[in-house]
C-alpha cells in the first residue's frame, strides 16, 4: 500500500527564515511525487512535481529515494507563503489519482 | 475559463436522506476524480473515472455512487446519508497525456449530516 506521511500539523516561522516541510512516503515502486499547496480562500493547486526538479516561488524539493523523503524547502519564507501544504504520491499506473498526506500549516510570522 | 465547478458549496442534510454533488470541468479532461477530506486528515479518494462511462472504486468508496455520462460531468451520489460522511468533498480533474500529477481542483463542498 501507498503512504504518505506528514509529521507537522502546524510549522510557525519567521519572516526570513528557513522553511523545510516534511514528507516521507511508503510505495515499492518508483513513485512520483509532488507539493500541493492551498492559500486561503483559494483551490488546491500543484506547487511543483519532483520529475521537473523545478524551483517555484522560491520552494525547491528533493526526492530521497534511500530515506524515502520529498521535503519541501525555501531558504528565506516570506508571509505570502502562509498556507496548507500536501505532499502527494502517484505510484498506481493508469488512473493517475493521488496519494495525499494529511498537509501541514505553514504560519510565516513578520 | 471556470476549470473545476462544484455545486453546492455547503449543505446539510438528515440521516437517510439522499443528494447529489454535482461537478463539472471544461477542460476537456478525461480524468476525472472525487475525493474527501476529514478534519485532520488528507484528501482521500473515493471514485475516479478515466473517461466517458467508465468509473472505478477509490480507497473509500462505500455509501457513495458515480456516474460518467459525459467528459464534462462527474456526479456523485450519496443514497442514505450517514454522519460518518461529514467532510469536505473535492472533485478535481487531470488532462490524460503523458504529464502526471497536476490535477485540477474545485472549491470543495462541505457537507453535514445531522
Known amino acids: 500500500a501507498q503512504r504518505v506521511t506528514q509529521p507537522e500539523k502546524l510549522l510557525s516561522v519567521f519572516k526570513g527564515a528557513p522553511v523545510e516541510l516534511k514528507c516521507n512516503y511508503s510505495y515499492s515502486g518508483s513513485p512520483e511525487l509532488f507539493w500541493y499547496v492551498q492559500y486561503s480562500r483559494q483551490r488546491l493547486q500543484l506547487l511543483l512535481r519532483h520529475i521537473s526538479r523545478e524551483s517555484i516561488k522560491g520552494f525547491t524539493a528533493d526526492l530521497n529515494k534511500g530515506e524515502t523523503s520529498f521535503h519541501l524547502k525555501k531558504p528565506f519564507a516570506q508571509e505570502e507563503d502562509s498556507a496548507m501544504y500536501y505532499c502527494?504520491?502517484?505510484?498506481?499506473?493508469?488512473?493517475?489519482?493521488?496519494?495525499f498526506g494529511s498537509g501541514t500549516r505553514l504560519q510565516v510570522q513578520p | 475559463n471556470a476549470g473545476v465547478t462544484q455545486t453546492p458549496k455547503f449543505r446539510i442534510l438528515k440521516i437517510g436522506q439522499s443528494m447529489t454533488l454535482q461537478c463539472t470541468q471544461d477542460m476537456n479532461h478525461n480524468y476525472m476524480y472525487w475525493y474527501r477530506q476529514d478534519p485532520g486528515m488528507g484528501l482521500k479518494l473515493i471514485y475516479y473515472?478515466?473517461?466517458?462511462?467508465?468509473?472505478d472504486k477509490g480507497e473509500v468508496p462505500n455509501g457513495y455512487n458515480v456516474s460518467r455520462s459525459t467528459t464534462e460531468d462527474f456526479p456523485l451520489r450519496l443514497e442514505l446519508a450517514a454522519p460518518s460522511q461529514t467532510s469536505v468533498y473535492f472533485c478535481a480533474s487531470s488532462y490524460s497525456g503523458q504529464t502526471t500529477g497536476e490535477l485540477f481542483f474545485g472549491e470543495g463542498s462541505r457537507l453535514t449530516v445531522l
Open positions: 502527494a504520491l502517484s505510484g498506481v499506473t493508469g488512473r493517475r489519482a493521488l496519494t
Open positions: 473515472s478515466v473517461g466517458a462511462g467508465i468509473t
